[in-house]
């Protein structure tokens, strides 16, 4: 059973095991899945790197491969590792061996990086992809900048408090002009990487920022509780949807830290 949490801005989902928690996560995004095809007729999520793959298995089991509608789903990185596709470091790799090779993703939906060029070039030609995707519809614009509208973006943390390819304390943190950027010098190997700015996060419909393990307490903690201004702003903190949700999915240990939820064991 999930002891949920949260405010107006946030909402909390904190599970008892990592099992509980991937069956709570694919009833959420099999959820936002069926409301956006209803309403837009297509899907159009964000993924990032890390544990997250593996914790979304459950999409590609009973019932969720069967009641998904797939074909309608289009596939963007939130952050991808400037790396070949068929390298263990990449992104695109984790998600279509641990996702798209199980479940009927339309090979033409999945939009990846070009591999082959810098990363500043992959983040601008990833920034055009997303372009043409708004100008076709599948992806919506923000309504109160000129934004791309996720109908969902899917997050991980790492135990800095780093989101997507946002390092704390890391300039990339301040851009607001591109929808995409990159950097060469991530703390997190490999050092080359694109990664959506703060002003896309923030404009999607719905954002999930899913966190396991004890050694992300301290930056859950710091990204989520009221810890006032003297405390360091974590990357993760700087997820505010402007009109969108935002759902936190943290298993027992990851969210050991957080004032207000006490754990009898
Ligand atoms: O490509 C990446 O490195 C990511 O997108 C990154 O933001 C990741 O989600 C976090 O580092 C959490 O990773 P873990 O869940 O594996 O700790």
């Given at each position: 059973?999930?002891?949920?949490?949260?405010?107006?801005?946030?909402?909390?989902?904190?599970?008892?095991?990592?099992?509980e928690?991937?069956?709570?996560?694919?009833?959420?995004?099999?959820?936002?899945?069926?409301?956006?095809?209803?309403?837009?007729?297509?899907?159009?999520?964000?993924?990032?790197?890390?544990s997250?793959?593996?914790?979304?298995?459950?999409?590609?089991?009973?019932?969720?491969?069967?009641?998904?509608?797939?074909?309608?789903?289009?596939?963007?990185?939130?952050?991808?590792?400037?790396?070949?596709?068929?390298?263990?470091?990449?992104?695109?790799?984790?998600?279509?061996?641990?996702?798209?090779?199980?479940?009927?993703?339309?090979?033409?939906?999945?939009?990846?990086?070009?591999?082959?060029?810098?990363?500043?070039?992959?983040?601008?030609?990833?920034?055009?992809?997303?372009?043409?995707?708004?100008?076709?519809?599948?992806?919506?614009?923000?309504?109160?900048?000129?934004?791309?509208?996720?109908?969902?973006?899917?997050?991980?943390?790492?135990s800095?408090?780093?989101?997507?390819?946002?390092?704390?304390?890391?300039?990339?943190?301040?851009?607001?002009?591109?929808?995409?950027?990159?950097?060469?010098?991530?703390?997190?190997?490999?050092?080359?990487?694109?990664?959506?700015?703060?002003?896309?996060?923030?404009s999607?419909?719905?954002?999930?920022?899913?966190?396991?393990?004890?050694?992300?307490?301290?930056?859950?903690?710091?990204?989520?509780?009221d810890?006032?201004?003297?405390?360091?702003?974590?990357?993760?903190?700087?997820?505010?949807p402007?009109?969108?949700?935002?759902?936190?999915?943290?298993?027992?240990?990851?969210?050991?830290?957080?004032?207000?939820?006490?754990?009898?064991?």
């Amino acid at each position: 059973m999930a002891l949920l949490g949260g405010n107006k801005d946030k909402e909390l989902r904190i599970h008892e095991n990592l099992d509980e928690l991937g069956t709570d996560l694919a009833d959420y995004i099999a959820e936002l899945s069926e409301t956006s095809v209803k309403e837009r007729g297509v899907f159009a999520v964000a993924l990032s790197g890390g544990s997250l793959i593996g914790l979304m298995g459950k999409l590609c089991e009973a019932p969720y491969n069967k009641t998904v509608d797939w074909t309608k789903w289009y596939i963007l990185w939130a952050d991808e590792r400037v790396v070949a596709k068929n390298h263990v470091d990449s992104n695109y790799k984790l998600a279509k061996d641990g996702l798209f090779s199980k479940v009927p993703i339309v090979p033409s939906h999945v939009n990846s990086i070009n591999d082959s060029v810098s990363a500043e070039e992959a983040a601008s030609e990833y920034e055009f992809v997303i372009r043409q995707l708004v100008k076709s519809r599948v992806i919506g614009v923000s309504d109160t900048s000129d934004c791309p509208k996720f109908d969902l973006v899917l997050l991980g943390m790492g135990s800095d408090g780093h989101v997507a390819s946002l390092f704390p304390n890391h300039s990339v943190l301040d851009e607001n002009n591109e929808w995409v950027t990159f950097i060469t010098d991530s703390p997190k190997p490999p050092p080359e990487r694109i990664t959506f700015t703060l002003p896309v996060i923030n404009s999607a419909s719905n954002v999930a920022i899913v966190v396991t393990g004890e050694n992300k307490a301290e930056a859950a903690h710091l990204a989520i509780d009221d810890v006032g201004p003297d405390c360091i702003v974590v990357p993760a903190r700087m997820v505010q949807p402007t009109k969108g949700k935002l759902v936190w999915f943290l298993d027992k240990p990851a969210a050991s830290k957080l004032e207000g939820f006490q754990f009898s064991d």
